[in-house]
């Protein structure tokens, strides 16, 4: 039983994320789908444009560099819409 940090004595719901073995589940099941998904590139043949495009795990490395790329962008952007603390208090 969790008691909540509200007061009152209610219980703090529960989902299913706050349990360590599901995010371990989540986590593994997450790499297990992209090794298949670069598996397929073995079986598949791709008609691309660029021959570059053809290598085995392109997509899978383009995907990655672009999904870290906007976080580090992210980062950087933050710096420049972020707010004092107690800019609405006033």
Do not use: Q
């Amino acid at each position: 039983m969790t008691v909540s940090r509200h007061g009152g004595g209610a219980r703090e719901r529960s989902y299913w994320l706050d349990d360590p073995a599901n995010v371990t589940k989540l986590y593994r099941g997450v790499w297990v789908a992209g090794l298949l998904l670069v598996a397929a590139d073995f079986v598949l043949h791709r008609h691309d444009d660029l021959a570059f495009a053809e290598t085995i795990g392109f997509y899978a490395l383009y995907g990655f560099v672009a999904c870290v790329s906007l976080v580090l962008a992210a980062k950087l952007l933050r710096r420049c819409v972020k707010r004092p603390e107690d800019y609405y208090d006033h």
